[in-house]
């Protein structure tokens, strides 16, 4: 339990301490116009108070990684905890905010306009299709599980197929609607019930603190076959929305529409991906206690899905009233990202189209599309959309890490804070595209016959990422160049 207490200890502090010199490095300007002020139209740029953005921030980026991806991902052992508390504060927190304050200080733009504005018009197009598709993927991906725990808690007549009816229902309605008519009035209720659900079972786990494991026990990969799940790269890609997530990029320029002022960046972009590291570390801890170690959690996650343990955990430790409370915020997660995922795909979409939303049918225009594709990609197996998601997810985080790395430099800044997250998820996320089944592994094995090892995917891996910063060492000869013209010809 001291290994616990420390990490949560640890979170908080980096909100107080390294938050603000990310935030001093940006340089925050509370006296700058934000687009809200300028650009409001009664859909997407809409002003909320801060508290409102905060939760919507934090529902939007939550999803089922804090919780499901922590509890499959502990089973890393215990550097799953260092992961979550490191990776949150000095990965996760700032790619969020960087890229937050970017879109606030370009209009409220979406992740595609302010990658390709740093990295090129080429990269701005793949990322335009990249990320739709992506945003897509994820409407679909968080359709299935809150479908299965509403099943769960209501009559047999009410079956999954009832509520994936109703659950996409009410996406399209979200993706449609005014910022502030569904989501400004439905977010801060789900917010409540999630956050009752993490200081609840954070509660119970000081009754239980005898099961809790600590850091230094047992420090070794738990999984049944360590050597098909290497901890690099495969927890980092496992455990993502609980310390860095490239998903978090795309919704964070709906609340730059509505911010009011830039000094509020902080506490709803860098401080929502610590109360989310904070959940995923309260989930890792707990679903290791409530199932007695990771052999009894292997045995658990053997017999069926995460969201049994988290009904039965939530259940048992909490009662029934406090369970289903708890319950209703692991629903509110997944369904909260899955309709603000479709709404991201729509400006997207609209972004790069020059398309105005002010007026329904312009929004229906786009969005239709949106929603038929996201039913097509329903019909695929869910185990494999959440595989090809994961890391899909991952690529994202990487382009968005280098993109405010540029930017940092091109505007003098201290960029080392982003660059060596952008080395360091280039390196996961290309070796794990090449090791993992779902990776470019198949494809080479389907072509050539050849399946790439771990150390050929690793060496591909740290090839790619000496490639990037070379090329990024060169931008800056650039740079340093342009400066000294400038020093002579002053």
């Known amino acids: 339990m001291i290994s616990f207490v420390v990490a949560l200890a640890i979170l908080i502090a980096g909100y107080f301490t390294y938050g603000k010199f ?15 002020k300028t650009m409001a139209d009664g859909v997407d740029y809409v002003e909320l108070p801060t508290w409102k953005i905060f939760l919507i921030q934090f529902l939007n980026i939550a999803g089922l990684g804090p919780i499901f991806g922590a509890i499959m991902g502990v089973m890393y052992g215990p550097a799953a905890f260092l992961w979550i508390v490191f990776g949150t504060i000095f990965a996760g927190a700032v790619h969020d905010y960087l890229s937050g304050m970017l879109s606030l200080r370009n209009g409220g733009t979406s ?13 701005k197009n793949v990322m335009r299709v990249f990320a739709l598709l992506l945003m897509i993927l994820v409407g679909a991906v968080f359709v299935y599980n809150p479908a299965d725990l509403l099943a769960m808690l209501t009559p047999a007549s009410l079956d999954r197929l009832f509520w994936i009816i109703v659950i996409f229902a009410y996406y399209m309605a979200a993706t449609l609607l005014p910022v502030d008519k569904l989501i400004g009035k439905l977010y801060p209720l789900f917010g409540v019930a999630l956050l009752f659900m993490a200081v609840g079972i954070m509660a119970m786990l000081f009754v239980h603190h005898e099961a809790v494991p600590e850091v230094w026990d047992q420090f070794y990969n738990h999984k049944p076959d360590p050597e098909a799940n290497p901890i690099f790269p ?4 496992s455990i993502a929305c609980g310390a860095i997530s490239g998903f978090h990029a795309t919704q964070s320029p709906m ?39 990771y052999d009894g959690l292997q045995e658990y996650l053997g017999t069926g899905s995460p969201a049994i ?22 629903i509110a997660a997944p369904i909260t990202s899955g309709d603000t995922a479709l709404r991201s795909a729509r400006l997207i979409a609209a972004d790069f189209m020059g398309f105005e939303q002010k007026k329904i049918v312009k929004r229906l225009m786009i969005s239709i599309p ?27 985080s990487v382009f968005t890490l280098w993109a405010v790395t540029v930017w940092l430099a091109k505007n003098r800044k201290h960029y080392i804070i982003t660059l060596v997250p952008a080395m360091f998820m280039t390196c996961v996320t290309v070796t794990y595209i090449f090791f993992a089944p779902e ?31 070379v090329l990024f060492a060169k931008f800056l000869r650039g740079i340093h160049t342009q400066d000294s013209e400038m020093l002579i010809a002053g």
């Open 234 to 237: 495969m927890m980092f890609v």
């Open 309 to 330: 343990l988290v009904n039965n955990l939530s259940t048992t430790w909490l009662g029934t009233f406090g369970g289903v409370l708890a319950v209703l915020g692991v």
């Open 111 to 123: 992740l595609p306009e302010i990658v390709g504005a740093q990295l090129g018009k080429g990269v």
């Open 439 to 469: 990776g470019f592994g198949i494809l080479t094995d389907w072509i050539a016959g050849v399946k790439p090892g771990y150390y050929l995917s690793l060496g591909i891996g740290l090839a790619v990422t000496a490639l990037f910063t």
């Open 22 to 36: 990310v935030s001093k490095i940006f340089g925050v300007e509370p006296h700058r116009t934000t687009p809200v």
């Open 255 to 293: 609340m730059a529409r509505c911010l009011s002022n830039e000094k509020y960046g902080r506490p709803v972009f860098y401080g929502a991906m610590v109360t989310e590291g904070i959940v995923a570390l309260i989930w890792a801890a707990a679903a290791v206690a409530f199932t007695g170690g």
């Open 370 to 396: 949106v929603f038929l594709l996201c039913f097509v990609i329903m019909l695929m197996p869910y185990d494999a959309l959440w595989r090809y998601f994961a890391w899909c997810n991952q690529v994202l």
